[in-house]
Each structure stands twice: as structure tokens, then as C-alpha cells.
């Protein structure tokens, strides 16, 4: 790698790292150290966890004589590496009012003074860009939790607070659902190029897909309104057992962030507040259970990872704005940038995956169980962060991401 | 369907329906009230919901003037068909001590004695033949059932009481592990023969399979003691990550029914009560968890469930004792008859997958989520019930079962 | 003491003892084993324990050469006593389906044998006598909680079965409810005369009581219904914090064992099985909450203990006979024999208790914190276990138990 | 009233408000913002709540056309008044991020600023006056739970972060502990001056107390070590039952915000951060369950409520600085200004007791069910706040409070 090369990792650096505070301006600090579940983080908690990410696993590694920024740290924002030593209780979080966003920003800016240092001093060391690029990969992935985490919080709290105001959408109605045919065949499925993909997506194998048909677009809300109106979350024939038990336990009767009013109308909670239901965009927000239960209803299916890779060869990867909006066309679309899809596939290691030596290879590989994956990308994932290999994974009844439901059959 | 058929249908049931019975004889009735744990249920409670099974899926369809021996059986022996109504809470199967046994020996027998008549009125239904088979099947799986929950009722009582005396088993070290090369290639995997088999073998399907490697036996005690004595339990990197939560928050250090005595030695609890831990038998009642992590350990991986089944081909369906064997030979053994072998596929509807309509719909397809798929049988298993297509599933944490481990790379 | 006076204790220990096998009688094996919840204990094991208590307290103590009936009834029948040791956990006592009931039997009928021999060969001993009366009266509460534990247990099962057939009771309105007057003064509580009592009665002290009024009866099923129908489940004005936290996380809306029928009508459960509510009997199965929230409506409080036991001082010990019955004249009356009446008072040593030292010292006092104490006695009590400074205690929140409301103003 | 003394109530008004507002200096928004457990609340709820008491209860009450500050207010920060309204559940105040610590000032000003005009519009009203002195009576409370939650919050952060640094503290043992002598008799219990007293101090009655000797002083950390040392956490003997089972599940081995270093040393977190445990100050933050065994260890008791008013009667109310110190000298002290004392008293209504009308009746009586009394007062309780009828309660298990022993005999 070229010296002009180091020089562009150092710039992407600069405007990934710049892009997480961006995220954190809408809100106070008040705002950044609150948890609302075990399962989401504080804003706060991002912006020094992703730097620990880079001060353990770049600086600690290359820098002569590295001292850690504060001791206390290696502890406290370390996430789930058991290599790297204990940590601090994740359902804890929101409780560490120290060190305070200040402190935590003067983190921020001398690690990444140090990873610039770095760079400019080990010009052609492939294994620190490699590291640097994971670090930026990661970055990317909690910039997309900073937005999901904070709706979260915000729709806890009874004024309903907006994280920014809204942009005007395009109105009118989304176009009507067509199902195109895919041919399968054997394929060969997992990354195949040369740019960066995560260890899970490895190694590209070939599998044997039967001919499958795909929507072309996300089922709109407009659609899970007539699921609902059918009685489909009073209907245990149309849930897996699980699922029903969740419907049960939970009280489940429509997505998470969508409320009726007192006049019986949809609203959906959203980064830009309480808004009255768009029948047009696609339904967000369910879980596994609930994409099964409405394809089960409709007659159709979830694709599978493999069917849904292939059937993305293709598509044009777009990146969105907080919201998803409505289908713009015809033709397959909504591949991405508008919500992840859940593919009935169990998250398990392609044939001969391996994972990385080291408290790295914790990354991906130990998740592996009880999770399903997902494929697209949001309207909360960063530019450039999408591909058709890439492989997103959430527990079935997981409702707080921003998740959708594309039909197969 | 001749009538000689009908004729070997109505032995074929009175022989089955008298086993379930003589495998509750070693018990007393106090023995066949009780249930340990939501997931186990009482001896008396398996014995009225397989009739039951049989009096709402064959009697209530095929009889005129069909009316029930009690109606409240109708809720309190219902498992979990929500088609066919509401039922008694799980795990509350304990407390129903009336109907009483003799009660429920009645239920058998009055069920029994309609269920031969119709037979007989109807020799060349084959509707009602498939329906009675299917609940053939059903009473062999629960009778698997009765001595899995029994050993796990009994392993609760500090008395160790032991269900039934042991026999001498063979002496000898286990034959060493073997590695059996297979090809791979594109296999048909799924039930494709004339006999009976539960709508979760089919569709028979293709699948491309890469080639392969599987032990030529199962994992013995003995190979586990190793895993322990190395510090197994206490290295989270070995473990998926669920499966290292399990092991922190239950204190996990052993399989489940092993425990050591004030000298260190290691026993366990079987259906022939407490013994040494027969180093060359194979360890049993672990969790995919720890199947997994040893796998880790060992420089292995678990199969997919399409190896395991392309390896099955040819080998012998043997059936076992109550008690894990140590391998008589070398070359592929124990595929059958002793533990029930985890593999790394989780349970999900083969392509084509359709559920049958109605009630019996819920028999499998519903529980297609977060569990895991096991193949074998295990020296549990009633005779004649096992075969290579065969799709047994549990929950990855899952202990009280008789599971095993048998390696692949 | 006299030859005589051992003699009549022998007596005594004979037929106390052999009316809780007679409470057994109408059980099977099966209902005898099973614990309905953690509160609750198997009637087997009612019937162990209460033997293990003579075999551990009076046995080990003065038996030469003392060994016991089976090494791990000592740990399998320990209830609370951490002075004797290490104890099965008291939530598991439903799966101890061995030792079975004919071994328990067996059990009971060895250790009386060697009683019965230790109270002829010492017949003048004084400790002796006094520690198996103290057994005999533990054996009284325990026959008591046989016929408590039971109710609760049959009313889990949906067939809603019967201890025993019931007795016709009296018919007709009960008298009305009058108030009567008690001066108050400086009184002597806690037990004063030469009969047996437990510690928690002692020492006799005296206490500034204000004059007092205390209605002639219970609260009756009618004038709860009352209450009900005005809304009292619904009015938080009317309850103690913690009482409200219980209706509302239990959804309380009426007295435990009562149930609505299709057509809105009350009943019963008993033990005499499900019964239309007869509004002329006091009101049975109410928590601390309830009785303090019905007071409250009313316009009335409970009593203290201090201010019962003064009125307690003239009333006549009469005993019930399996449900509450309606009260028989005007005037004061059913101070005993039909329900525990909850007192505002709670469970705190007398001014100078000192505890027995030893085991024996578990028996009351290491109760007094959070608990409130019942006075009277109620319709399953033993016949000649009642007295006006008996001190029965339980938590706020018990319904279980056969309890009932005094008012006083 | 005269006018004089309005004006006299404004000033107070005035100096207790802003004193709230100081105890908050020394803390970020972030501190403020944060709930460390359901029992404690955060420090901006505080800063909310006790505005929120006087625009309900004083502002609706008596102001022409009131309109309240913010219509969500009146839900957010109610904290138990079911007779206002609902409210926001109690475990979810760390939630509320919004509004902001801003906004929560402008709101007290605002009705700081209201409160001082309604005094100056009405200076007899004797009703006003009333309210307002109830008001900051609640806001006293209040100042002591925010140190007292604050404490709880810091003490979750494994930085350790101090509250304030610390004053030098007297140096040298404590005095010998002394019992002194009292005769008892028939007292009047509860407050009978012409100053403020809460409803549960009233009303004024006469009790029988029997003679008893109190301790001259609170119990030191030197004291409790040796109940430790001796093995007193490991037992039973020495605990209530309800104790017992609250060391064995939280597996206490000492008190709260004690910990050991490395090298066996104990040290405490106070609101001075992490200090060496100084053996001549008071045991604080311990449980009643600690404070009772204590007491059984050391052959005394706790002493009654009745029983510390009679002692308390002469004893100088002082008041102490965010620590508890060392007994200045011998004879009665360390009644006030150190550590609430714990007394056997259950929480009970004095005889007579009425609640007020309205949901200010909510403030006191629905608590008196399941917590035992504390008397005197802590290094936390506000100057002017302590006096010797005062009635401090909490539940048997609670230790975040500042809390110690004194012994009776």
C-alpha cells in the first residue's frame, strides 16, 4: 500500500470519527448517559466504546510504550471481549455518569490524534490499515445503534420528544407488489470482491438455491393494517410457537413504536416524534415473529440469506434518511436504505468459516446461535456501509431495530 | 389396504400401548404424579395425553355419536394443539392429582377398546390406519419421554432412588476415535422410502454437501474428563456466547447428571441409580453448549444435519438399553440406539415444507425456531422408532435429554 | 408427676397422633404427595415432619444408644431448624415421591412405638413429658395446616374434587352485628395459667389499653359482597400501600376461593368442593389487605391484639368443623372455632421474651419481623389447641389460610 | 396570623428552596439525571418532584385561574399520590431525559416565584401557611433522600467519584460505651409541642413503659468488626429468619458500602469517596436485620420507639456534616445528627390516628404496614428537621439509608 493510500485511511478516519459526534449533536448530555434497556447503550457509551475499540486493538498493538488513556476504561467500555478482561455489568451502562461527555469527548479526540500519528508514521503497514478499517467498520456499525438506541429512549418518555424535525417525504401511494422470478441454480454465496467485508461473510461457497420468486418491494404498513384487521395477532395458527408465547406474554398487537389515539387512528412513533401512520411506507419495527406470522397470513414466505443474496447481485445499494420511505418505482426495490429484511435463515458459520485468532475472533463468531440474520441494510446504516454479502443478526423477537419484512415464496 | 393389514394395525397398537404401561410398572403412584420441572412432565400425565391424542384425532373424527370419556380430559391432557382448544398450564401437570392412576387406567383401556373396534369396522380405511399409526408414533416418542423425565425426577430426590436395577454391562477401554472420510457432493436428504415418517423429513430435497469427515464414534466420558481436567468450564473462548452465559449463571462445571464424591471420584446419576462414571462409555446429557465448546476444544466442529444423514446411509439402526454403551467396534458405530447426537443445524422446514391442515398442523412446524436439530436415536428410543431421516430437536441449553456428541471436521 | 399422669399422656400422644393419619383418609397416595405452591407442604410430608420432630427433639435426646429410623429423614423432614442442619429446600417437597406414603406410614408408627417406650421407662420425668407435649402441640398445628395445605391444593385442579361430602349446615340470616363496649385500662397479656403455651405467649405483661369497641361477630359473606359492589377493589383511598401493589399486580377483585359463575353468581370453593356463596357466614380466605381495606370502608380497624385477648377473656373455646359457620346468637360469639381474625398488631416479642436456647429456640421468636398476628382459632383447629393468648402469626399478604375479620372502633 | 409572621414564612420558603438547588452544585446534569435502582431516585426527579408538591397541593389549591406549569408535569413527577392522578412508573425516572435539568430549574423558579406572590396576596391564611410549612417539611425530606441517593449512584461507578472532598474528621477512639438507666412508666408518646409535626406523631397518647437501660452511644465500626471477626454473617442463630434469608441470597458479609482491598483491609464509600474504614465512628448503612443481630450478638436488644422518645426527651438536637463522627464524650449522645437508629417497632398508627382527607391522607398512613421505625436523625438530615417524635420508617431490608444501632437492654 502507497503512501497516498495511508493518506486516504487517514481522511476516512476523520470524517467517520467526525460523523459519530454529528450523531450526538441533536442531543443533550443528559440525553447521552441514559440506557433505556440491558439490551441498548447509552449515546455516551458509543462514543467511548468505539474508541476503546481503537485504543485496545490499533494503539495497544502498535505504539511503542502505549499507555492507556485512563485505566479505568479498558474496563468500563469493553463490550463483550472476554480476551481483553473483565467488564462492566452491560444492563450498568446508564449509571456511569462518570466520566462525564466532556471527559468522554477529550478521549475521543486523543485517541484519534494518536491514530493519525500512527498512520502518518507506519505509512505502508498493512496489518495497522487493516485494524484501522475494522475499527471504522465497527465505528459505522454504532452509528447506526446511536439512532436506533435513541429512539428508544426517547419513545420511553411520555412528552415523546423528537430527536430532529422532520423532512417533508414524497407523498402518494407505493406502487403495487410484484413477485420476480429467480431461477436459482447452484451460486456461490459470501464475499467475492476485493473491498472490506467482516469474517462471517467468509469464505464465499457454493450452494444449491431452488427457483425461488422475491416482492418486489417491503410490505407497507397500509398491508400489516389489513393483517391486523384480519386478526392476525389473535390467530395462533399463524405463529411459531415462540412467537405466540411472545403475543401472550407481551400483550403484542401491532408493531413496536406504532399507537392508536383516542380516535382509533395509527400513529407511529419515529426519530422525528409521534407522526400519523403512512400507509404507503414499509411496515418497521416487527420481529421475526411477526414478519413470520405475515407472511404465514399472506401465503408467502421469508427468504432465505442465500435466495436473497442472489437475488441482490443486482441491486443498486442507496443509503436513507431516519425514515424508510415509501417504493419509488417498480422492479425490485428497497434492496437497501430502507430496512433490514429477516430471512428465515439461523445466523450460523458459512462451511469452513473460522474466526480470527485472538479476542478479535470474539467479533462474530461466538453470536452464532439463536439469532437469524439479516439482509439490506436501514435507513440508519451509513453510506457505504451496505453490501449484497453482508450479514446483520438479531434475536427473532427483537423489535427495536429498524427491521422490515420482504415476502418470498 | 386387506384386511390382514387392518388386523397387524390393531397388534401392532395393543403391542405399543402395553409398553408405555410396563414402563410405568417400577413406579408407584406417588412416582407417576410428580413433575420436576416445567419441561418434564408427570408419568400419569404422559399416559393420558397419548390417549388423548388417540380419542381427539381418531375417535372424535372416525366415530358416530363420538362422545368423551370425561370431558374435562378434553383441557387437562391437551399438550399444546390450540386448534383444539384451550388447556391446563404446563407446569402445573404436577398438581392433578385427581384423575387418579387407576383413573387413567381406565382412560387406556375405554380408548383402547374403541380404537381396536373401529379397526375392525373399518378394515380398508386408510385414513384411519395413517391417523392411528401417526398416534403410534406420537406414544413412542412419549414413551422416550416417560424414562427421560422419570431419571430426571428421581435425580431430584436425595434418596437416589434408582428406577430399576442395573444390568452387567461389557467391560473394556472404547475403541479409539476414528476419522471417516466422505465425499460430499449433491445429496438427497429427507425421507424418500414407503414407511412412516413426521412431516419434518420432507420435502426429499437436494443439497449440496462439501466433503467431510465424521468420528467414527461418540465422545466418550472419559475424552470429557480431559476437556474438564483442562480447564474446559473456565475458558470463555471455547464457548458460543450464549452457551458461556449459561455456564456463568448456573454455575455449569459437568455434565448434568454427573457428581463428585468427598474424594474427588466421579459418579453418575442413571436409571440404575448413582454409579462410577464409566470412563468408556460415552457422556451423555449435555447440552448443545457444551457439545459445541468441546468440539472447540478438540480441533472440531459438531455436523450439519445433512452430513450426519448422508453418513447414516448405510449403518445399522440398532436400539439400546436404558444406559449409553461404550462402541463395540471400530469403523461408524453408534449412530443409533445410544445418545441422540446434537449437530449445528438449526430446526427449520426443509424447502417445500407445508404443514398438515388443522390441529395436527401444530404436531412439528410450529417449533421451527431456536432449536436445534438432533439425529440418532439414544438407548431411550423405543425399538422399530428410529431412522436416518429422523429429525429429533431441542433447545440448545437443553440437558435432561439423552444427548451426545459425535465430531465432524 | 405420677405414674398416672405419664400414662395419660401416652394417651393423649396415641390419640392425637393417630387423628392425623385419620386426616389422611380420605386421600390417596397421589394427593398426599403433591405441594401446590412453596407455602404449602404434601400432606405426606406433614405427616413425616411431624414425626421427625418427635424423633429429633425427644428420641435423640433421651433414647441410649439413639439411631435414626433413616439417615436422610433427618435432612428430608427438617423444616426450618438450622440448629440440626443442612435441609431440603422447602419448594421441592412435591418430588419427594420417595420415601413413599407406606414407608412414611411405617416411619410414624416406629417412632410412637418408642415413645410410647420412653414415656413408660421414664415415667416421672418432667423434661421428657414437656417436650412431648410440645410435640403434640406442633402435631396439632400441623393437622390444621394438613386440612389448610389441602383446600389449596384441590382448588388448583380444574375438576374442583372434594376433601369430603358436606354436612348440612344451619340455615337462616345471621344475627346483626352490634358493638360492644370494653373499658380498656392497665390489663395482664400473654399467658397466666398452668396450661401448656408456647413462648411467644410469655411472659405475662402488663399494657395500657383505651377503652374500645369490638363488633359481636365476624364480617359476613354478604357485607363483603357489599363492599365489592362498592367498588372497594377498585378504590385505592381504601388500602394500605401494599395491599394496593397486591391488587393490582394480582388483579385481586374478590376473597381467594371465590368464583363467578356464566350467570354472575358467587361460589365457594371448600372443603366440601365448590358451593353457592351462603351470604350469612363469615367471610373466609382474606389477606391482611383485604381485612384492613374492608375495615377501612366501613369505618371501622381491626383490633389490637392486646384489645382482643381482654375481650377474649369470658368467651367460650368452641371448635368447627371444616368451614365457618354462621354465628348462632347475638351478643359476642365467634371468637373461636370459625376464623383467625387478623389484628392490626405485628408479630413482636413480649416485653422480657427470651427464646429457648438450642434448636428448639427456631420456634417462634426468629419470626417476629414483618408478619401480623391472628387471634382466636378457626373451623379446622384441632379441638383443645385454642386459648385466648394463643398467638397465631402470618404474612400481610397470606390468603391460604382460614382467616377472617373482627371489627373494632 | 400577623403579617410579620408571612413575611417570616416567605424568608424560610426562600432559604429551604435554594438549599435543594446547592445540594445539586457539586453534580453534572448527567449525575442528576441518573436512577442507580428503583428504591432511589435521581437527584433532577427530586429537584421536580417537591416543586411538583407545592404547585398541586398549594398552587391548584388556593390560586385564581391556576394553570399548571406544564400539563405532563402533573404525571412525571407525582411519586405515590394515587388520589392526583396517575403517574410515571417508579423504576423508569432515569428515563426521563427530558425535560432537560433546565427546564426543571425554570419550572422551580417559576412556582417559587408563585408561591412567594400567593404568601405576599394572603399573609393570614392560616391554611396557606399550613400547606407551605407541609411543603417544605416534604422538600427537608427530600434534601436528605438526594444525599442519600447520590451516595447510592457514586457507589455504582467502579471510578469511585466523590460527592465533595472531604473535611478532616476528629482524630482518637471513641468513649466507652455506657447503659444508662431509665424507669420508665406510663409516658406520652408522640409530639405535643406547639412546632410542625407530622400526622403519624399524633396523636399525643400514654403508654406503659417497662424500665429500661439505653446506650450511651451508637455502635462503632470497630464494634461490628468484632461481630464480624466472630462470625456473625455465618450464623443463624443470631438472625430472623426473614435476615437469614437476605444473607444467604445477597450473600452479605458486611455492611453496604464497606469493602476489603487487597490486602484484607476494609475500607468505606462515603459521600468523601473511598476512605479507610475509621473504627471510632458508627456502623452506618447497615440493615435492622444487621442492627437485631448485632444486638442478639453482643446480649442486648434494639430498643423500642416508646423507649427512645422517653430517653430522647433532654438530649440536644444537633446536626451533622454529610459523615457520622465519633462520640464527642460519655453519657447520652449521638441521638441526633448522626445515624437514624433503628428501633423493634413495627410501623404501626398511634391509637386514634386519623389520615387527612384527600390525597394529602396519602402522605404518611398507607405506608404503616411491613417497615419499622427509626428515630432521631443523620449527618444528612437538614438542620431544623429533627426532633424527638419525629417517626422515620423503612422497610427491615433497606441499606442505603443512613442508618445505625443503638442498643437497649
Not at 447503550?41 to 502505549?66: G, M, Q, Y
Not at 451502562?93 to 486523543?110: C, D, E, H, I, K
Not at 442465500?306 to 425490485?332: D, N, S, T, Y
Amino acid at each position: 500500500m502507497g503512501r497516498s493510500e495511508a493518506v486516504s485511511l487517514g481522511d476516512t478516519f476523520d470524517r467517520v470519527r467526525r460523523r459519530t459526534l454529528m450523531l450526538a449533536e441533536p442531543l443533550s448530555d443528559e440525553d447521552c448517559g441514559a440506557q433505556s434497556m440491558a439490551d441498548a447503550s447509552p449515546v455516551k457509551w458509543h462514543l467511548a466504546h468505539t474508541t476503546w475499540f481503537f485504543e485496545t486493538f490499533v494503539l495497544e498493538r502498535f505504539e511503542d510504550n502505549f499507555a492507556p488513556f485512563h485505566e479505568a476504561f479498558r474496563f468500563l467500555f469493553n463490550s463483550y471481549y472476554n480476551g481483553v478482561g473483565a467488564r462492566h455489568p452491560r444492563a450498568q451502562r446508564g449509571l456511569l455518569t462518570r466520566p462525564p461527555m466532556p471527559q468522554v469527548r477529550a478521549y475521543r479526540s486523543a485517541v484519534d490524534a494518536r491514530i493519525i500519528a500512527l498512520l502518518a508514521a507506519r505509512p505502508g503497514d498493512a496489518e495497522l490499515a487493516c485494524l484501522v478499517n475494522l475499527g471504522l467498520q465497527h465505528e459505522q456499525q454504532h452509528q447506526e445503534l446511536i439512532l436506533t438506541d435513541v429512539l428508544h429512549l426517547l419513545a420511553q418518555n411520555p412528552m415523546r420528544p423528537a430527536y430532529t424535525e422532520a423532512a417533508p417525504g414524497a407523498a402518494g401511494p407505493a406502487p403495487a407488489l410484484d413477485w420476480l422470478e429467480f431461477d436459482g441454480g447452484v451460486a456461490d454465496i459470501g464475499h467475492g470482491g476485493a473491498g472490506f467485508c467482516f469474517d462471517n461473510e467468509l469464505p464465499r461457497h457454493r450452494q444449491l438455491v431452488a427457483p425461488f420468486a422475491l416482492a418486489s418491494r417491503l410490505v407497507t404498513n397500509g398491508e400489516f393494517c389489513a393483517f391486523i384487521d384480519a386478526g392476525g395477532y389473535a390467530n395462533p395458527s399463524l405463529w411459531l410457537a415462540e412467537g405466540w408465547d411472545a403475543v401472550c406474554e407481551r400483550d403484542l398487537a401491532h408493531p413496536f413504536y406504532w399507537q392508536c389515539d383516542g380516535a382509533g387512528r395509527w400513529h407511529e412513533f419515529t426519530l422525528h416524534g409521534l407522526q400519523p401512520l403512512d400507509l404507503a411506507r414499509p411496515v418497521s419495527h416487527v420481529s421475526l415473529y411477526e414478519a413470520d406470522a405475515y407472511a404465514h397470513w399472506a401465503g408467502a414466505r421469508l427468504p432465505t440469506e442465500a435466495e436473497w443474496e442472489l437475488a441482490a447481485a443486482g441491486a443498486a445499494v442507496e443509503h436513507g434518511r431516519l425514515q424508510p420511505e415509501r417504493a419509488a418505482h417498480g422492479g425490485l426495490s428497497q434492496m437497501f436504505g430502507q430496512l433490514w429484511q429477516w430471512t428465515s435463515s439461523s445466523y450460523s458459520p458459512y462451511p469452513g468459516y473460522a474466526c480470527a485468532p485472538g479476542a478479535l475472533g470474539e467479533y462474530n463468531g461466538k453470536f452464532m446461535l439463536n439469532q437469524y440474520v439479516l439482509r439490506g441494510s436501514s435507513c440508519v446504516t451509513p453510506a457505504g456501509h451496505a453490501r449484497a454479502s453482508y450479514r446483520n443478526f438479531f434475536p427473532a423477537g427483537a423489535q427495536w431495530q429498524f427491521t422490515g419484512i420482504r415476502l418470498a415464496r
